[in-house]
């Protein structure tokens, strides 16, 4: 073959290589895109998974935390209510106890009267107790009596008084029970 043929070859041929090269450079530049493109895809749904993950654990953090509240309150304010019945206690004896002063004893009533009021607002009520059926879930029987005119369990005497917080029992009944 002639030189010049030859050259005019190898330049078809190093022009074909080029182009393959190309092609195959043009396929792997392909190929890495799909590969790239899949793994940010896979990094895509791992990341949304994670973030409904983060997502249902606040929303069941927040539900929990509302719920703990809800019975934390109640238990609180029975717990504080009980500590003041102290109070009640106190203005009842003051206005059992005799006094000369008409006005201050009216007084005494009157800050009872408010005492209760507050403790009502709260949802807080004095039990029924005297001349009932003894219920060991309202009542603690500090003392017995052997009465035949009172039929058996029946409350003859309260020494001190009981209330109740809707269900809750936020003082018991201290009585006196007809045996």
Not at 43 to 54: G, I, K, M, T, V
Not at 91 to 104: N, Q, R, V
Not at 120 to 126: D, H, I, P, S, Y
Request: glycine share 4%; hydrophobic share 40%; with cysteine.
């Amino acid at each position: 073959m002639p030189p010049e043929k030859e050259k005019k070859n190898k330049k078809k041929d190093n022009e074909a290589v080029e182009e393959q090269t190309e092609a195959t450079a043009a396929e792997k530049e392909e190929v890495e895109e799909v590969s790239e493109l899949d793994k940010l895809k896979a990094e895509n749904a791992e990341l949304s998974d994670r973030l409904l993950r983060n997502m249902a654990e606040f929303d069941n953090f927040r539900k929990r935390s509302a719920k703990e509240k809800d019975a934390i309150y109640p238990e609180a304010v029975a717990n504080t209510v009980s500590k003041l019945l102290i109070v009640a206690d106190t203005l009842e004896m003051a206005i059992a106890a005799p006094c000369s002063d008409e006005e201050y004893k009216k007084g005494i009533e009157k800050i009872h009267a408010a005492f209760m009021d507050g403790l009502g607002k709260l949802g807080v009520t004095e039990m029924a107790a005297l001349g009932e059926q003894f219920n060991p879930e309202r009542h603690n029987a500090v003392m017995h009596v052997e009465d035949e005119n009172e039929e058996e369990g029946k409350i003859v005497e309260v020494f001190q008084k009981g209330y109740i917080m809707g269900d809750r029992v936020v003082r018991y009944a201290m009585v006196k029970v007809a045996n």
